[in-house]
């Protein structure tokens, strides 16, 4: 399977079966936004449940937060985002798009790329391209009934100004001992010049993000302990092990309030693009909201009476790309039954559907009837679940794979007692294998859980 059709495909499965839809679509699409439908919504709920789990609620060191989108334009200014968060704009004088100039060779067409390369033009129509001017990402707004300089406002581009803005607030709530950190998920937005590769580079994102509060003599052993945090969860999620890879950032290239960054790289359809970040970020941070606020941020620590800025590591992972890599990962194509089949091999524990409950034959009352009681029946502790009696069996096997279903469960006229030793029994098919084995219905809660 070529790289290139392997994408399409999984847009096109992402769109037929409910994941993601292109935003605004009957209006022609707004550029860098997509909808998620019912199964994505599920897919990025269990991923956010599963990162809150393991990064915050299974840890006595962690407190969670959730910051306002809209913050005061000072913090902005503060973290240096007013000043310096911007990408080198290009435009062609001839049909007007605009590029960012050191990606703009991700442009280029077939029908132009010889042409292209004999001179810096335009991607598209070979026109002449302006000198570069950096280009601010932050979307501005107003806040009020007056529009003036006061009354400026961003849509947040990252979540963590949002927690180092609440620092003072959970150390005199909470009283926490270093190390600590605070978890996050929410909403960011980037003005993208070029958004591109699906729900990869868009202007409206998701990010689950920790700033772990330590003190700096001891960054480099909690820098490494996050770095395994991190690979725990690559493993939890199922992505391919051998598609991640660490790349160390070099001097040069990191960030300008980063001392050490790892980029964690994934092998997508359209290439080896960054997916997580783990960065030390030192005491920058707290550093520019003690100087620009001028409310003191030090922290005490009480068994030696020093006071002092606590540094900072910072795992961030974007639930959009992440959500991108899974489907990268769990898209399978084979042969089953002499059919050919694409499918998603979901871990069961983000699979939008746990389990699928089917009556054999969807005009049999009494069937129906001990599909759907058992279905009232498990939906108590596994909540996503499924009824599907459309189509014949073999329809509604193929359609639970393609959406990465790890589980079909078949009531049948044995169920019922039609041969006595199988009574309330049911069927149970494996997503991957395709087989089925009987199993007791009493025995269904403990297996679709495991």
């Known amino acids: ?14 769109k037929r079966r409910g994941f993601i839809y292109q935003g605004s679509e009957i209006y022609g699409g707004l550029a860098g936004t997509w909808d998620y439908g019912p199964l994505g919504v599920a897919l990025k709920n269990n991923i956010k449940n599963l990162w809150w789990k393991m990064f915050v609620t299974d840890r006595e060191d962690m407190y969670g937060l959730d910051a306002a989108l809209l913050m005061n334009a000072k913090v902005w200014e503060a973290s240096g985002h007013v000043e310096g968060f911007s990408d080198p704009l290009v435009e062609c004088e001839k049909c007007h798009r605009r590029f960012r100039d050191d990606a703009i060779i991700n442009e280029v067409t077939e029908a132009v790329k010889e042409e292209f390369q004999n001179g810096r033009r335009c991607p598209f129509c070979l026109g002449k391209l302006t000198e570069p001017r950096q280009f601010n990402m932050m979307f501005k707004t107003t806040v009020g009934a007056v529009e003036d300089s006061s009354s400026v406002s961003y849509l947040r ?102 001392k050490r960054t790892i980029d964690f790289e994934f092998d997508f359809p359209f290439g080896r693009k960054e997916l997580y970040g783990l960065a030390y970020r030192t005491d920058y941070d707290l550093s520019q909201h003690q100087k620009h606020s001028g409310q003191k941020l030090e922290y005490l620590d009480e068994a030696s009476g020093e006071r002092f800025l606590p540094h900072v590591i910072e795992p961030s992972l974007g639930v959009d790309r992440t959500v991108l890599a899974i489907l990268s990962s769990a898209y399978q194509e084979d042969e089953m039954n002499g059919e050919k089949r694409a499918y998603l091999k979901f871990n069961s524990n983000i699979a939008p559907v746990r389990a699928a409950i089917f009556p054999l034959l969807k005009n049999k009352p009494e069937l129906v009837a001990k599909a759907r009681e058992i279905y009232g029946e498990l939906k108590k502790s596994i909540p996503n679940l499924m009824f599907d009696d459309n189509g014949n069996i073999g329809k509604r096997y193929r359609r639970q794979d393609e959406i990465g279903t790890p589980h079909c469960v078949t009531i049948d006229f044995d169920t019922l007692g039609e041969k006595p030793e199988l009574k309330d029994t049911v069927t149970l098919r494996d997503r991957d294998t395709g087989e089925q084995k009987r199993v007791k219905i009493e025995e269904l809660n403990s297996l679709l859980n495991k």
């Open 1 to 14: 399977m070529a790289e290139e059709t392997k994408m399409d495909k999984i847009v096109s499965l992402a």
């Open 157 to 258: 581009p990252e979540t963590a100004q949002g927690i180092f803005v609440n620092f003072k607030n959970v150390v005199d709530s909470f009283h926490p001992k270093l190390p600590f950190g605070i978890g996050q998920i929410g909403k960011a937005f980037r003005n993208e010049i070029t958004p591109r590769d699906f729900v990869f580079r868009v202007r409206e994102f998701e990010q689950m993000e920790v700033e772990y509060f330590i003190n700096g003599k001891e960054w480099e052993e909690h820098f490494e302990k996050w770095r395994q945090m991190m690979l725990a969860w690559v493993e939890a999620i199922g992505l391919d092990k051998d598609s991640v890879h660490e790349l160390e950032v070099p001097d040069g290239e990191r960030a300008h309030y980063s």
